[in-house]
């Protein structure tokens, strides 16, 4: 376990990446003054916005780490981290490409085909091309391995039937990719027998319905698979190391830094009236958020380094999701209380608007990519030696 | 980072693996000054660590003495260990020949620069760490600016009551109500490009370090019992709630490491002591934590004297109140935004972390 290993090293980020956290800034602050957006928490998932992902990916901002020959700028993923952590901490809305650069594009570099990655990456690269998640199912939450959705080898395509839901953002991507059964289940092997397929979400036999958030909004939905034939060429890896590769999307899934930084516009203006007035009692609240902040961003980094390393650093990503999203969901209740407390924060308007748009959807931090019992079991089975 | 703190920490851990066990420990908490580990750490020559090589020193940095108080935390060392490095560190800031150890230290608010003028000073300071058995105190105080000062007073001009924090540490009182500043040994000068909170925040991030290796042996601790202890016919860590206890035991070590180590790292200027700050303060919130789970999988074993975990529990927790609490370090962390003029508090967060 890195962060317990004495002889772990935190990498240092400033110096290298310093010129292009300067460009991303100058860029959010021209689309912010030309109205090109509006900051939110929660930005990842409720900013679906393909103009905007589009002009970043005309910048080369989405997946700047990848090889140039799959739309990328080779860059180093330390870029890619300071490109992503501006546009988080900036409530800048990146939903509509997020789970396509963030999981479905290293899946494809790691496990895919050649020809997959020269059809994808350069389009996910380009802002233009979003995938959705194909994990979840009605009876199918935390316990990935009980997936129901079958496909069977009809001639050279797969015959996929099932359904999906918690699909975020399903209604504006182009493909989904499905973590499916094409063997039979064994109670002995619950792992073998899976795979992963990229389903053309246009296709025939494919039905998306929304599932209305609790607030009235849409980012979820229900995805049906009728007879969707799927050609074999779409099959990501091969047959039945479907488990593997997921459990690797999945770390994709939970190592980066919108598992903190949700909340951080509601924060941002927060602080912003705290350091702007005068030394108060206030403090107290607001540097404790700091430094829980200050100390995501370093474990963020390590893992990240990590990442970019070539490990697998699970059991780190599953505790700063665990502190992190915790933290999301902590700050929500620090500002409220300042916004009643604390004469510096009470009365401001923007706060206020902030806030209204983020406590609604604020269960969704614990519960998104693992839930935190989930990450919790995993990291005490490493512990433990499991 | 030199490139001493891996052999550094592995000679200290080996050191204190044999020489530093749970008797030790309770046999200095009844008042024995344990001589033998003493001597033993003086071959890791913490007076020295922090010289650079030029003046005769070991030339390490703050994270090479991290590294040794880290374990020294974990293993209890009941001995002036972050002090004598901080004296020593401070001897040579102030251009003064190196003093054989142990050494105390102490961060005080006494006007020292007041003192310097008047050539007298009264003094009467608390919790001076071990000073009763030093061989000096180097006690820092503030100039009227909030530079830093030192006056270091050797054994033979001051006598201290011996005295004992919570934690069962020696933690003397120190009173003298009107010192001359003209005693054989005594000095009191201006410490060059320090000011009083660099001096502090250097003391609360080994204060912290001390934490992190005390949540470190807790967390071992208890993963040791949990996986012995039986109830219900299995051990207790193969059930699920204790299972998320030991989870987040881990993940609050975890944090307090990676703030300690990101800190230590930091070098001096404007954001250094932000990143001090966030180090002391979020190492004293996981002692908390540490210290509450620790115990309620340990259950009433846990709170015997008999048991090894409250050598590190009462530990941690004491040392969240020394160089400065939670609270203070919150205030001083947000004040270290208000006097950089920080354009926003994300853009403060990316410079006190960026090394």
């Known amino acids: 376990m890195l962060f317990l290993n004495p002889d772990f090293e935190l990498p240092s980020i400033g110096a290298t990446t310093a010129a292009l956290r300067c460009a991303v800034r100058e860029f959010i602050a021209d689309e912010r003054a030309g109205g090109g957006f509006t900051p939110r928490c929660d930005s990842w998932t409720e900013g679906l916005a393909p103009d905007f992902s589009r002009r970043l990916g005309a910048r080369g901002w989405i997946g700047y780490h990848w090889p140039t020959q799959y739309g990328g700028r080779g860059g180093s993923a330390f870029d890619t981290l300071t490109i992503n952590e501006e546009l988080l901490a900036a409530g800048a809305p990146v939903g509509a490409h997020w789970i396509a650069a963030r999981q479905s594009a290293p899946l494809l570099m790691r496990f895919g085909s050649e020809a997959q990655r020269q059809e994808f990456l350069p389009r996910i690269a380009a802002g233009t091309t979003y995938f959705a998640i194909g994990m979840s199912e009605p009876d199918v939450g935390s316990d990935l391995a009980s997936v129901r959705s079958r496909a069977e080898r009809v001639g050279n395509a797969w015959v996929l039937n099932g359904r999906k839901v918690w699909t975020s953002g399903a209604h504006l991507c182009h493909y989904a990719i499905v973590l499916c059964r094409t063997a039979p289940a064994d109670p002995k092997a619950r792992h073998a027998g899976l795979s992963q397929l990229v389903v053309d979400l246009h296709a025939k036999g494919v039905t998306i319905r929304p599932i209305r958030m609790l607030d009235g909004s849409h980012h979820f939905n229900e995805v049906v698979f009728d007879h969707v034939e799927v050609p074999d060429e779409r099959l990501v890896g091969a047959p039945g190391d479907g488990w593997k590769q997921v459990t690797s999307e999945l770390a994709y899934e939970r190592s980066g830094p919108e598992r903190f930084l949700s909340t951080m516009p509601l924060l941002e203006r927060c602080l912003e009236l705290v350091v702007a007035g005068p030394p108060a009692v206030g403090d107290i609240a607001a540097g404790r958020m700091l430094a829980r902040l200050m100390t995501l961003r370093n474990m963020s980094l390590g893992v990240w380094g990590a990442l970019g390393q070539g490990q697998s650093p699970v059991i780190e990503a599953a505790m700063v999701k665990d502190l992190g999203t915790n933290f999301e969901r902590d700050s929500i209740e620090i500002v409220r209380e300042a916004m009643v407390a604390d004469a510096r924060v009470a009365g401001d308007e923007a706060l206020a608007q902030l806030m209204a748009d983020a406590l609604p959807l604020s269960p969704t931090y614990n519960l998104r990519g693992g839930t935190n019992e989930v990450l919790r079991n995993m990291i005490a089975k490493n512990l433990q030696g499991k | ?355």
């Open chain 2, 1 to 355: 980072m030199s490139d001493l703190a891996r052999p550094l920490a592995e000679a200290a851990e080996r050191l204190f693996t044999q020489r530093c066990g749970t008797d030790v420990v309770a046999s200095a908490e009844t008042g024995t000054w344990p001589q033998a580990l003493w001597s033993a750490v003086e071959q890791l020559t913490p007076a020295q660590l922090l010289v650079p090589e030029d003046r005769g020193g070991a030339g390490g940095d703050w994270a090479d003495a991290c590294a040794l108080l880290e374990r020294a935390g974990e293993f209890n060392v009941p001995l002036p260990v972050a002090e004598t490095v901080l004296a020593g560190w401070l001897l040579d800031r102030a251009g003064l020949p190196a003093m054989a150890g142990p050494l105390s230290f102490a961060c005080s608010t006494i006007d020292l620069a007041a003192a310097h003028r008047h050539g007298r000073v009264a003094i009467d300071v608390r919790n001076v760490p071990w000073a009763a058995r030093s061989a000096g105190i180097a006690l820092v105080g503030r100039g009227g600016g909030g530079e830093a000062w030192l006056l270091y007073l050797p054994a033979g001009a001051y006598v201290a009551a011996p005295d004992r924090a919570p934690a069962g540490d020696a933690r003397d009182h120190v009173s003298l109500p009107d010192l001359a500043l003209t005693g054989p040994g005594v000095t009191c000068q201006r410490l060059q490009g320090l000011r009083h909170a660099d001096v502090l925040g250097r003391a609360a991030l080994l204060r912290a370090a001390q934490i992190a290796g005390a949540c470190r042996r807790a967390l071992a601790l208890t993963l040791a019992y949990t996986g012995e202890r039986v109830q219900f016919g299995r051990a207790i860590g193969q059930f699920q709630a204790v299972q998320h206890q030991l989870a987040q035991l881990a993940e609050e070590t975890a944090a307090a490491r990676v703030a300690v180590q990101a800190a230590a790292r930091t070098a001096d200027g404007p954001w250094s002591v932000a990143a001090m700050a966030a180090a002391k303060l979020r190492a004293g919130e996981a002692a908390g934590l540490c210290a509450r789970i620790a115990h309620q999988l340990h259950g009433a074993m846990g709170v015997t004297a008999e048991h090894p975990l409250h050598q590190s529990t009462r530990r941690m927790l004491a040392w969240r109140d020394e160089h400065g609490a939670e609270a203070y370090w919150a205030r001083e962390l947000v004040q270290a935004l208000r006097d950089a003029g920080a354009p926003g508090a994300w853009q403060a967060i990316v410079a006190a972390t960026s090394r």
